[in-house]
Nanobody, 117 residues
Framework: QVQLVESGGGLVQAGGSLRLSCVAS????????MGWHRQAPGKQRELVAA???????NYLDSVKGRFTISRDNVKNTVFLQMNSLKPEDTAVYYC???????????WGQGTQVTVSS
């Protein structure tokens, strides 16, 4: 079992920055993938960024160059640094944990990010 607790969401003006954090507890392994997804009202949940063992990362095209995902394997924490935020980044952001060689996902409770124009 894995438990995920997110923090760091909030309201920010366009062009501003936020840093999301997600602390994982339970059976945590550095080979597993951690990431961030988001879901805006009326839209499907989408992958924003993910980080794998060896620090391999991938990003949603629309956030490349603005968002950075990082991971602290000692503290079992994943971060999402979000810069140059846009109103279209407004969504509930969910932390995700996926076991290596598996499609089973664990999810956090979500944290709201609102970007005003």
């Amino acid at each position: 079992q894995v438990q995920l607790v997110e923090s760091g969401g909030g309201l920010v003006q366009a062009g501003g920055s936020l840093r999301l954090s997600c602390v994982a507890s339970g059976t945590i392994r550095s080979i597993d993938t951690m990431g961030w997804h988001r879901q805006a009202p009326g839209k499907q949940r989408e992958l924003v960024a993910a980080i794998r063992s060896g620090s391999s990362t991938n990003y949603l095209d629309s956030v490349k160059g603005r968002f950075t995902i990082s991971r602290d394997n000692v503290k079992n924490t994943v971060f999402l640094q979000m810069n140059s935020l846009k109103p279209e980044d407004t969504a509930v952001y969910y932390c995700n944990y996926r076991r290596a060689f598996s499609t089973f996902d664990y999810w956090g409770q979500g944290t709201q990010v609102t970007v005003s124009s």
